[in-house]
DNA sequence: CTCTAAAATTGACACTGTCTATATTGACTT
DNA sequence: AAGTCAATATAGACAGTGTCAATTTTAGAG
């Protein structure tokens, strides 16, 4: 077997991750040192270097780790067939929503490229797969060739990242009352639906 | 004099902030350390103590230069008295979009509340300069009651944001040929500029 | 049972921020 | 002019960090 458990914890590699995504819970990507989760684990500040070459090895594994999940909850929420395109890109919209507001830290590490590696392949892969679907559906819609997909799959994106990104810097947070967060991206996806439904409509 | 020119520095806080802010455009915020500021100020490590509390205060300092040289150069371009609020919005936009382009650690550092303290006066009144210029605009243009020009204001501002922060981790970089990033920036302009318009129209 | 390669440990190094005590400076008071 | 004193700079120490090297432990193959 590829994975042999070996040694008295089984399958460090594995409880290493657990761990990390535990302290990245409670203590930002900040506290999610080598030290810290080999402590978590129960071995030594040495050990992971066995599974991990360095730091940055680690973060990019557990971010990848959550471009995955975040995937298969998009393919998950799509998956029945009598979804439009526009559907299925509010399926996207409310998943990043969701994940980033119910673990900020976790969504804030996938754009850390100080410290994790986005040319890694197993960090590219699964963030591709998200991206291609947002584009795929995108290609749907528009009808009309005035317009580039990819130009509006980029400022798709870029609005939805944006406004969980500054939201968890605080920077709505006190110039209006949101308490929950959703009824304010909620508008934002309202925005987003019109936009589209403007370009599927002739110029 | 509030600022007394004593000892053999000078005006050693001002010196700091010069040394701290070439580190960042050399070597990002994680290289902008007390140690490594203090050294290319010429002083002691503990020096820098005596002007900043702690590293963060340094750098919300540092971020809050930031914000009040964009609000000058907002101001300074959009001062002539024939421009339209769409024009003035487009002058926010394209210094934003300069700036972030220009110097992407200074612009990535504004966001980084790990480090500086958003909740700080010298950060939070520049910055609120700004927010309330592009609200004060986004005002004048909507007429219709049923649209919260607060919410026109977060869904810009986080495009605005999310297109720059996700260019900076390379999320577009290989996806599509952009070379010096103005033409995709310029289409993310127009989208938003198609946008307001439409709101401008009665429903 | 032995051998071996992987896995885990221990110790060390150069960094970091920050705290303490100490020394220096410069301006104000008498 | 001499002295005082608060502000400023220094030097040293401490607990952290990532990562390297040498060493020991382990698990399974022969």
Known sequence: MAKSKSFHHGDLKRALMRAALEILDEDDVAGVTIRAVAKRAGVSHAAPANHFPDRRALLTTLAAEQFEWIFDAIQAGSSRDDLMPIDRIAVLFDVFLQFGLEHPYRYQLLWRY??????????????????????????????????????????????????????????????????????????????????????????
């Open 114 to 203: 100080d410290l994790i590696d986005h040319d890694a392949d197993i960090l590219r892969e699964p963030a591709d797969r998200v991206y291609d679907f947002l584009t795929g559906e995108i290609g749907k819609i528009i009808c009309r060739k005035t317009v580039d997909p990819d130009t509006v799959a980029v400022a798709i994106w870029s609005m939805m990242h944006g406004y969980l990104d500054l939201r968890m810097t605080g920077m709505f947070e006190d110039r209006q009352d949101i308490i929950s967060g959703k009824p304010r991206a909620q508008a934002i996806l309202s925005i987003i639906s019109d936009y589209l439904e403007g370009l599927r409509a002739a110029p």
